[in-house]
């Protein structure tokens, strides 16, 4: 199936081609880690500082949304995993369905949080002066939940940018000649699953 | 289903299963009077589903060693970060 793939200079081979988009996938993902490591750290070290002011902060995110959120998240990244497979099989129209319900559970993504974000509004838990809360803790807490999320939200809709990509390409009847492009962009989409799986016992499931 | 439509389906909904199967586990932790080791574990359980995801979805468990030094050197070099700063922290008086 891959022989039908245009190759591309340097490589000499199809697998050599693929190998390198992989490694370079990684190469970036691994950057991205250490993006959202330094948030982590953070979140790590006023965990430690401010103790259980910091975490009861965590009680008034919404638990059910962030629940919800993370079904989709997963379930997303079954079904472009799903996609990636069949294509890898010569199975294209299990492949553009799998990229379909992709994008739709991503999109759902933001749809629940944007309901999310404008909730948190209303209860004023935006750090400006009508903060809801009292301590100084809870106010760094709400800090790194707007910055994480909003960070995460940004790099979900890049994703969905790409899993668009991938539909204009099957399409274009070009998803079964380019399987880099699902590779890379698969590999992106479950990073930022991955991603979220940590962040959410960190908002969501603490101090309760 | 043939051999191959099975194989295209198998490990992506079995992993589904089980990735949402620990998502209802960390929630039940969560609710249940469990005290202080609710983070931890609901930590734990969020490490088992990044590393499942990591090796089944991303297919490192499959991937070459060049693929595995590249995820592996995102992990170390966090892991020094998180190290350093500790470090950092735990030596002030």
Request: positive net charge; proline residues 4%.
């Amino acid at each position: 199936m891959a022989d039908s793939a245009p190759l591309h200079e340097p490589w000499e081979s199809h697998a050599r081609q693929r190998e390198a988009t992989v490694f370079g996938l990684w190469t970036f993902l691994a950057s991205e880690l250490l993006l959202f490591g330094g948030l982590f750290l953070v979140y790590a070290i006023h965990r430690w500082e401010d103790g259980p002011a910091f975490s009861k902060a965590a009680a008034h995110t919404d638990m059910w949304l962030g629940t919800l959120n993370t079904a989709l998240l997963l379930t997303s990244s079954a079904a472009i995993a799903v996609a990636g497979r069949a294509l890898e099989a010569g199975r294209a129209r299990t492949a553009v369905i799998g990229v379909w319900v992709t994008l739709l559970l991503g999109l759902g993504f933001l749809v629940v949080k944007a309901f999310e974000y404008r909730k948190d509004l209303h209860e004023h838990l935006w750090p400006a002066p009508d903060f809801a809360l009292a301590e100084p803790a809870a106010r760094i807490f709400f800090g790194l939940y707007w910055t994480s999320t909003g960070l995460h939200a940004l790099h979900v809709t890049a994703g969905l940018v790409l899993i668009a990509r991938l539909a204009w390409m099957a399409h274009r009847g070009l998803l079964m000649k380019r399987p880099e492009s699902m590779e890379a962009t698969s590999l992106y989409w479950h990073l930022v699953d991955l991603i979220w799986v940590v962040l959410y016992p960190c908002l969501y499931l603490v101090g309760r | 289903m043939s051999a191959r439509a099975e194989s295209v389906w198998r490990a992506p909904l079995i992993l589904w299963a089980v990735l949402v199967g620990l998502l209802a586990l960390s929630v039940a932790v969560t609710e249940a009077p469990l005290g202080s080791a609710k983070t931890p574990i609901s930590l734990a359980i969020a490490g088992v589903k990044a590393v499942l995801i990591a090796l089944v979805f991303m297919r490192l468990n499959r991937a070459s060693i060049l693929v595995r030094l590249a995820a592996g050197a995102g992990v170390l070099f966090t892991a020094f970060l998180f190290l350093l700063t500790a470090g950092d922290y735990l030596a002030r008086s």
